[in-house]
Nanobody, 127 residues
Framework: QVQLRESGGGSVQSGGSLRLSCQASGPIYSTYCWAWFRQAPGKEREGVAA???????TYADSVKGRFTISQDSANDTLYLQMDSLKPEDTAMYYC?????????????????????WGQGTQVTVSS
């Protein structure tokens, strides 16, 4: 199974930017869904953005126009560029992979569809 490791989290003021990375090790297959989730204390884990092997992307309404998901297949790396950050974006961010999906249609919005998870990276946005 693929191993995932997130990095790039930190503390930033409202309106600032951060870029998260997720490095994969092990085999990467031609069909899959990669996604970013986030979870704040006492809150449900929610999907933020997703991308498939054809670079088709999906975003939560709360981050559309502010966040951009992308991937570098040569380096087996997933990215999340976060701009115009708000305090409500504060959470632990996780990357995940559904390795058996043809695309993200079956996986979007469902954490249980993803079999591989990173350890998470903390994002804190102050007012």
């Amino acid at each position: 199974q693929v191993q995932l490791r997130e990095s790039g989290g930190g503390s930033v003021q409202s309106g600032g930017s951060l870029r998260l990375s997720c490095q994969a090790s092990g085999p990467i297959y031609s069909t899959y869904c990669w996604a970013w989730f986030r979870q704040a204390p006492g809150k449900e884990r929610e999907g933020v953005a997703a991308i498939d092997g054809d670079d088709i992307t999906t975003y939560a309404d709360s981050v559309k126009g502010r966040f951009t998901i992308s991937q570098d297949s040569a380096n087996d790396t997933l990215y999340l560029q976060m701009d115009s950050l708000k305090p409500e974006d504060t959470a632990m961010y996780y990357c995940a992979e559904d390795a058996v999906a043809d695309d993200c249609s079956r996986s979007w919005g469902s954490a249980t569809a993803f079999g591989d998870w990173g350890q998470g990276t903390q994002v804190t946005v102050s007012s």
